[in-house]
């Protein structure tokens, strides 16, 4: 098995129609948060059957994967490191973890991060410092600030809010609508589990905070509620 393999596979599952509008849904013309992405048309349901066909992958043939200019083999590389992450023991998981954060310059769309990051970094740090969450969260990449955010929807399963919040804290003045909605996102997370937590982190938020943001957060409130987070 090596990466030419793979991606030939992916080449032949690939729909010239569906390529146009994942690269339009993906936001790759010039300008765009994903400008230069390429597609070749696999959808994702596809391409999770293809993670036990090659789940034996090693580094070599994933970093391959992830240099390449097309979106799947990414994706794909992803879904595998996602699979060996969760099968690994404790040192695979680390050297897993470890590659990943080594090539967070390839994992640049959203759906790439949301797809891996609770899972791998999420799921390494769980037990662990969150440190890294901090050292990311101040990066001048987009996708290493939402990485950070979205590791944190582990703990949050898990009923640990902390450390999601003081990251939702630090993200408020972010200029990047990918960033306003994946923090209300997970701050919708945190009131669907504990509601008094999130009410007690907006209140003296809401008049600062990003519209979008604010109105994921809020999106299940009840009308009369979420109208007055919005009138703030």
Known sequence: MNSKTIQSRI????????????????????????EGDCFVGVRVPVLRKLVKEFEAADESTLHALLESAVHEDRALALFILVRQFEKGNEADRARICRFYLDHTRRINNWDLVDLSAPQVVGGYLANRSRRP???LVRSKSLWERRIAILATFTFIRQGDFADALALADRLLGDQEDLIHKAVGWMLREIGKRDL????????PRCNIMPRTMLRYAIEKFPEPKRQAYLRA
């Not at 008094?196 to 209140?203: D, G, R, T, Y």
């Open 196 to 203: 008094a937590v999130l009410e007690a982190f907006l209140k």
């Open 133 to 135: 969450l901090y050292r």
């Open 11 to 34: 080449r032949k599952l690939g729909n010239v129609k569906d390529a146009g509008i994942l690269q339009w849904f993906f936001k790759t013309g010039p300008g765009e948060y994903g």
